[in-house]
């Protein structure tokens, strides 16, 4: 029986100095982001939480609603609060590299770098502003299942496809710099295409096969399964997983490929 291969020294003090690097850049961001602002950590919470009470409004005090399950306001956070993380992480993804061409052009750590901790940043955002849907949840009264433990396989799988899309726009956004607001209105039109609001079993039978290929439909599923489990349907969550790694897999080989490229251009 062959032994196990070990890493190098070298292939281990790399990714030592990558994680390291990582964590300082998430650090920083955080800090300066909070220590700027009167705020602080309420910004995390204070924008799902408005769009949250609004749509609360509108489709149970003013209009007679057809979808999602009550209680209303916890379904509205459970899909609203991961929503955020992506829609911020992929925005600023599309700055990654313009916003500090300086630093990206002086370092030698991987560039890879500012991607993930932009990912990371704004998932740490996420983590902070889960007190606020178990309090709704509370106060709602809706039960927590033992499904709450696909609560991480969640978080991983958005993680991927967060990271995988960002790899992807953030070099092409320097070539083209238009391509930030096209991505900004196609962030506008994934809102109401993701299951958000409605849930993925409120769709017309003719259109849950084509939704399905919405990665964020079967990440929204397990978030929700905790207080929802009706809504969990692992063929969608299969998916949402497949599709992820498929996206991340075509990230880190444009970012490969446009690296050097972008590191001229900036």
């Known amino acids: ?24 850049l998430t650090r920083r961001d955080l800090k300066v982001r909070y220590s700027t602002s009167a705020l602080g950590y309420l910004w995390s919470i204070l924008d ?9 409004f509108i489709f149970t005090q003013v209009f007679q609603r057809a979808a999602g399950t009550e209680p209303y306001i916890v379904f509205l956070l459970a899909g609203l609060l991961p929503w955020m993380w992506f829609n911020s992480a992929v925005s600023d993804s599309t700055r990654a590299f313009i916003k500090s061409a300086k630093l990206v052009r002086s370092t030698a750590i991987p560039r890879s770098i500012w991607v993930a901790s932009i990912v990371l940043g704004k998932g740490t955002e996420f983590l902070l502003s889960l007190p606020v849907l178990a309090i709704f949840a509370v106060v709602a009264g809706a039960q927590l299942g033992w499904e709450v433990v696909f609560f991480p396989l969640a978080i991983l799988i958005q993680a991927i496809l967060t990271f995988g899309i960002g790899l992807i726009v953030a070099p092409l956004v320097v070539f083209f710099r238009d391509l930030e607001r096209v991505i900004k209105l196609f962030l ?24 399905a290929f919405n990665p964020l439909a079967g990440i929204f599923d397990l978030y929700r399964a905790a207080f929802f ?18 996206i991340l897999g075509l990230g880190i080989w444009v970012f490969s490929r446009a690296e050097r490229s972008v590191l001229k251009e900036i």
Do not use: C, K, T
């Open 1 to 24: 029986m062959s032994a196990p291969i070990e890493q190098s020294p070298y292939q281990r003090s790399a990714f030592a100095r990558y994680r390291h690097a990582l964590w300082l």
């Open 188 to 211: 506008r039109f994934l809102f109401y295409a993701s299951p958000i609001i409605y849930a993925f079993s409120d769709l017309p039978a003719a259109v849950q096969p084509w939704m």
């Open 48 to 56: 799902p939480l408005i769009m949250s009470g609004i749509y609360w």
């Open 229 to 246: 489990p009706e809504e969990l349907n692992w063929s969608v969550v299969g998916i949402s997983a497949a599709m992820s790694v498929i």
